[in-house]
């Protein structure tokens, strides 16, 4: 039982006037086309080998034909072999409805951009990588040329850079960097961008593991099934490890359920055990280790009575959770199951009736609403005030100084209409972003766009330097990238 506490507080922003927004959905039916091009490296030559991603590779094939992928298989590639199947895939993609990219394997990021090392990459300097591994852009363009309905990108590949220690002066950082997806699209980390991940110590690795454990589970849209997979590697790794997503999805998509039809001749080489028909399954995800709920979706119901309230999930009180007013409504954070819900009408319905609570998804945790030009902002059902905020065109960066966090609140200007919304988690370890159009940049810091910088060119990249605090940042690969898309600057020193 919690005590809910009223507040009144309004977040001025810079527009004063409301605009009217539209979107186009989507959701796949049995008769649409599915190809997966799934790749897993494990036995490096001058690295490090891994234990886990062939196995990985085999048995996330084996259940994406399961339910209704043709799948294109390779293991331990070289790079011909890897750039040859990334452009076979590209090609055959154009006659599908859905694409799905897996990758198991080292991967690493350089100069902001992300790249896959096949088995005999040998990087004994930085500038190595650019021609010895597949930058994850090849694939990206492909699925963008292709056109498909849906595109999906998963990177089980945050782990240590092997190759580091031998380069001389490196702008590499750990893990993966944040790549933006490209509209109708989702990219899916094992961690969060610039965060390393486990290789685990069973016969998949802790994120492949749980994306197994989620992916037959019936009528679950991508984004709960990524929300519970997070929930899983958070779990594993008692909160070491955080997978992430990058989404531009307009509608809701459906791995497996009533609405596709599964191949039940296909079985998975994983431990995991799974029903692949269209019924509920067995599994069941721990809950303050000692509840358990069933893989089917979570059934969420609430109820208050003088001004305290109820939260049950699969009918099991939730203790813990986190809450604020949304107008006449309740947002309220479940640890437990890492969701946000929505009382609707809390303020009208304090009678002690048990009523549905609505499950709201983001994979950041964290939502908005705007109106008459004032923004509302919410992470794990708490308001959150005194955040910095700056135009992006059409969007709003804003971030909150006390978590150390920068959101987008993509097409904002499109959105002032009181709806609840989720915002997209964006990432820079400097808290420092750019963006180029047409010969000119924009430069924030800390959710703020800085004006009057000094800027001299460093090869293709420019160096700027923040007429605030004096700090030199690079802005890499600069006189490739007039493309108008926000990236991490670097630190220069």
Same mark, same amino acid.
Request: glycine share 6%; with cysteine.
């Given at each position: ?113 992300? =790249? ?195 939260? =049950? ?164 690969? =600069? ?15």
């Amino acid at each position: 039982m919690r005590k809910l506490i009223l507040i009144k507080t309004v977040i001025l922003c810079f527009i004063s006037s409301q605009f009217v927004f539209s979107q186009r959905g989507f959701k796949i039916s049995s008769d649409q086309k599915r190809l997966a091009l799934v790749i897993g490296n494990a036995s490096y030559q001058n690295a490090t080998s891994l234990a886990n991603p062939v196995n990985d590779a085999r048995s996330i094939a084996s259940s994406l034909k399961a339910i209704g992928f043709d799948v294109i298989t390779v293991e331990n590639a070289t790079l011909p072999d890897m750039k040859r199947k990334v452009d076979e895939f590209g090609l055959k993609l154009k006659d599908y409805d859905v694409g799905l990219f897996y990758y198991a394997g080292h991967g690493i990021q350089s100069r902001g951009n992300n =790249y896959l090392v096949p088995v005999e990459a040998n990087l004994t300097t930085e500038r190595a990588v650019e021609y010895d591994c597949v930058r994850a852009d090849r694939v990206l363009g492909f699925m963008e040329e292709a056109q498909s309905d849906v595109n999906i990108v998963i990177l089980d590949a945050c782990r240590n850079n092997p190759f580091e220690r031998s380069w001389s002066r490196s702008t590499a950082g750990n893990g993966l960097a944040f790549m933006n997806a490209p509209s109708g699209s989702l990219i899916a980390y094992a961690t969060s961008p610039g965060s390393t991940a486990s290789d685990g110590s069973g016969s998949n690795g802790l994120y492949t593991e749980a994306l197994l454990q989620e992916l037959h589970s019936p009528d679950v849209t991508i984004l709960q099934m990524f929300q519970r997979v997070r929930a899983r590697v958070v779990e594993g790794s008692s909160g070491k490890q955080i997978p992430w997503e990058s989404t531009s999805l307009t509608g809701d998509f459906y791995f497996a359920g009533n609405n596709i039809q599964q191949n039940n001749n296909v079985t998975s080489n994983t431990n995991n055990s799974y029903n692949n028909s269209n019924t509920n399954n067995n599994n069941v995800v721990s809950y303050n280790n000692n509840n358990a709920y069933n893989n089917s979706s979570f059934k969420a119901t609430w109820k208050t009575e003088d001004g305290d309230y109820w939260l =049950y999930i699969n009918d099991k009180h939730a203790p813990g959770t986190k809450s604020t007013y949304v107008e006449d409504d309740v947002i309220v954070y479940d640890p437990g199951t890492k969701t946000n819900y929505m009382m609707r009408g809390y303020r009208n319905n304090i009678d002690g009736v048990e009523r549905a609570a609505e499950p709201l998804y983001s994979p950041s945790a964290a939502f908005y609403r705007c109106l008459d030009g004032s923004y509302w902002f919410y992470i794990e059902g708490l308001r959150i005030k005194g955040t910095n905020s700056a135009w992006v065109d059409n969007s709003l960066l804003v971030y909150d100084n006390t978590s150390n966090r920068h959101f987008l609140f993509r097409d904002y200007k499109f959105n002032c209409d009181n709806d609840i919304k989720p915002a997209e988690e964006v990432f820079s370890r400097t808290n420092v972003f750019w963006k180029q159009k047409d010969g000119s940049y924009w430069f924030y810091v800390n959710g703020l766009h800085v004006s009057n910088s000094k800027n001299e060119w460093k090869g293709d990249d420019l160096l700027v330097t923040d007429p605030n605090t004096g700090k030199k940042y690079l802005l890499e690969n =600069y006189k490739n990238r007039d493309d108008n898309q926000l990236r991490e600057a670097v630190s220069y020193y």
